[in-house]
C-alpha cells in the first residue's frame, strides 16, 4: 500500500477482497512468534491474488498457507477498473 502510493482514505480506485482462503497444517498458539511470507501469484489488469505463508519462526514448513484477491474499482462508481501503474510496479516485484 505504502510503497505504491495507494491512499485507502482518498485515492480515486480502491481494491475490495473478493475471495479469500486458508488451510491449516498444524497450531500456532500465542506467545508463539511467527514469520510470514508474501507473494503475488497472479497480476491481472484489474485483479491480483496473493500467497501468504505462515510459519513459527524458524520453522520450514508452513503452518498455514492462505490466498487473497483483489479488485480495483473506482471509489465513486466501484466499477472495474485497471490497477493504478504505481500500484502495478510495486505489486509486480513481490511476483516470482
Not at 32 to 45: F, K, S
Not at 60 to 71: D, Q
Request: charged fraction near 20%; hydrophobic fraction near 40%; aromatic fraction near 10%.
Amino acid at each position: 500500500i505504502e510503497e505504491g502510493g495507494l491512499d485507502i482514505t482518498s485515492s480515486a480506485e480502491i481494491a475490495f477482497v473478493v475471495s479469500s482462503g486458508c488451510d491449516y497444517y498444524q497450531p500456532i498458539a500465542y506467545p508463539q512468534a511467527i514469520e510470514g511470507g508474501l507473494a503475488v501469484e497472479h497480476l491481472g489488469r484489474s485483479s491480483v491474488r496473493y500467497r501468504i505463508g505462515i510459519f513459527a519462526t524458524g520453522a520450514s514448513e508452513a503452518s498455514a498457507c492462505g490466498f487473497f484477491t483483489h479488485v480495483f474499482v473506482k471509489r465513486d462508481s466501484q466499477a472495474s477498473c485497471p490497477i493504478p501503474e504505481a500500484i502495478r510496479s510495486a505489486l509486480s516485484r513481490l511476483a516470482p
